[in-house]
């Protein structure tokens, strides 16, 4: 896969990360995911879209006056309220922002989610002492961020804590600035937890450094 972020940019965040620990008394995780979901369905409902559209208009081409009607003219219309479709079908494969105008908000944010919570499983983020383990992951598709704390932090990063982390890294993910992102979630989340954690609460280096990049599904 491509690498996402720069040599130099994950050097900066893996410095940021030992200072949010250091601070903090958490172990941090970082992920970036190319996608959470394939959406399977994206590229059938812009070929329905498509075919739609063409079919209306060759429909208000029909009425129009000195239109004629022929075997030859209705195989055309056939055939371009089907190119039409397939047309904006292929466009979703390629234009990601396009494919995301087919897709509602909450699937959106359940299938980042799902996939947010299989990281922490398989790379064991629950595996500390305290149970102190945060994931930050951004999924790049879908422009989301999800954060996900061990149950020994959920009384401290609550649901409010949790958007206001996500709230800050939004505008410059939103402008493709995923190592900026990342850093003001892992600044925002030192300045909620460094008044509430003790340092050295989470015992050391307990979790493998390094972020994470996924193409994801």
Known sequence: MRQILSEQDRTGLDERVAEAEKCTGTQVVLAVIERSDSYAEVPWKAFAMGASIAGLLVFVFGLAPGSS????????????????????????????????????????????????????????????????????????????????????????????????????????????????????????????LSAVVPAGQGGGNELPDGIIEEEGV
């Open 69 to 192: 009607s022929s075997n030859m003219t209705a195989l055309v219309a056939v055939v371009a309220t089907l190119a039409a479709g397939c047309a904006l079908a292929l466009l979703t494969i390629f234009v990601p922002a396009l494919a995301g105008l087919f897709l509602s908000a909450h699937r959106v944010e359940t299938e980042v989610r799902q996939y947010a919570q299989s990281v922490f499983l398989t790379r064991e983020i629950f595996a500390t002492r305290a149970r102190t383990g945060v994931l930050l992951l951004v999924s790049l598709f879908e422009r989301r961020v999800v954060l996900l704390p061990d149950s020994g932090l959920q009384d401290r990063l609550t649901g409010d804590a949790i958007r206001d982390i996500i709230a800050r890294m939004t505008p410059s993910l939103a402008q493709g600035e995923i190592a900026r992102a990342l850093e003001e979630g892992l600044e925002k989340l030192s300045e909620i």
